[in-house]
């Protein structure tokens, strides 16, 4: 990432942080800067980043950064705000065969619907197909709750379990 393309991103975080648009959730406290976990996730995942969002994923803070990389695939590159370090690293399957996805899939979209509102009560407001590092499936709930948040409920394809529920604090971009 050049510096314009950095010093663009700063801007645009430092415009929506106190420009009046305020997140829902208490800022949680991080211990390692956006910027430095954004270094950690463009050296994981190379590309341009499309989105950047602050989540809490069971009271951990972590940036989630959309990077689109030179392949055209969109990955999610996860660092946690507390050591630095890259937790998870998934790509969305927008253009992937779904039915391969399906029959590979021993969890239906229905059942792993019903898991994910049972976790977070609420209206599911997208779904998306993934693929982690490590190769296994799941599916991704955003669910609108009934307070107004928003929460993605992600559940593993082949075993039904919640993998994670994370509850944006921020999001900027895409």
């Keep these: 990432m050049n ?3 950095l010093s663009a991103l700063s801007m645009l975080i430092v415009a929506f942080l106190f420009g009046g648009a305020h997140a829902r959730e208490a800022m949680p406290k991080t211990k390692v800067s956006m910027e430095d976990c954004m270094f950690a996730a463009l ?3 190379s590309g341009e980043i499309k989105e950047v969002e602050l989540e809490l994923e069971d009271g951990v803070p972590r940036y989630d950064f959309e990077i689109e990389g030179v392949d055209g695939r969109t990955a999610e590159v996860e660092c946690d705000a507390m050591t630095g370090a ?3 690293v998934e790509w969305e399957n927008d253009d992937m065969d779904v039915d391969a996805f399906l029959q590979r899939a021993t969890v ?3 059942q792993a ?3 994910a509102l049972q976790r977070v009560p609420g209206r599911v407001s997208e779904i998306n197909l993934e693929t982690s590092s490590t190769g296994e499936i799941s599916y ?3 669910i609108i709750t009934r307070d107004g948040t928003q929460a993605d409920v ?7 379990r ?3 529920v994370e509850r944006d604090v921020y999001e900027i971009g895409d």
């Design 162 to 164: 919640v993998v994670e």
């Design 3 to 5: 510096k314009a393309t």
């Design 108 to 110: 239906t979209p229905a």
């Design 113 to 115: 619907r019903k898991i």
């Design 154 to 160: 992600e559940v593993n394809a082949l075993t039904g």
């Design 43 to 45: 050296e994981k995942q």
């Design 86 to 88: 890259i937790v998870e």
């Design 140 to 142: 991704e709930f955003e």
